[in-house]
């Protein structure tokens, strides 16, 4: 049999450049081992059904009471307060009053 001649194995001549394909290599990916885990059966309770509570909404007319009741609570509780302070202030000017007496006589027994 006669050789045939392939027509675009030997076709570059000296002045020609000759075309390279250069290709990536390839990665073969990471494929992460399988760990075997152990399956536990638990068992399934069921949760009794609770009826939510009844919650009784409240009347807004029960509002105004309660509001008049705290204000009382809160005058009184202020007009106390005020006396209390004016009682504390009188003690501590007698106190005060008193001291300077008591310094006073004892520079005089010296």
Not at 7 to 28: L, R, Y
Request: proline share 8%; no cysteine; aromatic share 2%.
């Amino acid at each position: 049999m006669p050789k045939v001649k392939n027509s675009t194995a030997h076709k570059n001549t000296k002045g020609a450049k000759k075309s390279s394909k250069k290709t990536a290599p390839v990665v073969a990916p990471v494929v992460a081992p399988v760990v075997d885990t152990p399956v536990v059966d638990t068992p399934v309770v069921d949760a009794p059904v609770v009826d939510a509570p009844v919650v009784d909404t409240p009347v807004v007319e029960g509002y105004d009471e309660e509001f008049s009741v705290i204000s009382e609570q809160l005058k009184l509780a202020l007009t106390l307060v005020k006396d209390l302070t004016v009682k504390f202030n009188a003690l501590e000017k007698r106190v005060k009053r008193d001291h300077k007496v008591m310094e006073k006589k004892m520079k005089a027994m010296r």
